[in-house]
């Protein structure tokens, strides 16, 4: 069974930055794909940003250039650095893991930024 738990969340003022950690309890290497998705009052769970095993990364349109995602397989960490915050980045952050058997969601860590 795997474990996924976010940390770094908080709030913050419009312009600044925040790092988000998800630190796994099984192997990141074995997972095809490591994501973090967002979730926001009344809106759908999306898709930030996402990593495959062979380090290709992607991310939605409204963070490229702001957001950053890595991982460090010796940790078992993925990391989330998000610089420039907008007000309208203010949700529930999920990491997500997805295995060739399963796929493991964390519970969830909250990122407010004010204007």
């Known amino acids: 069974q795997v474990q996924l738990v976010e940390s770094g969340g908080g709030l913050v003022q419009a312009g600044g930055s925040l790092r988000l950690s998800c630190a796994v309890s099984?192997?990141?290497?074995?997972?095809?794909?490591m994501a973090w998705y967002r979730q926001a009052p009344g809106k759908p769970r999306d898709m930030v940003a996402s990593?495959?095993?062979?380090?290709?990364?992607e991310y939605t349109d409204s963070v490229k250039g702001r957001f950053t995602i890595s991982r460090d397989n010796a940790k078992n960490t993925v990391y989330l650095q998000m610089n420039s915050l907008k007000p309208e980045d203010t949700a529930v952050y999920y990491c997500y893991g997805r295995y060739s058997s399963s796929r493991y969601w964390g519970q969830g860590t909250q990122v407010t930024v004010s204007s």
């Open positions: 099984g192997s990141i290497f074995s997972a095809n794909a």
């Open positions: 990593i495959t095993r062979s380090g290709i990364t």
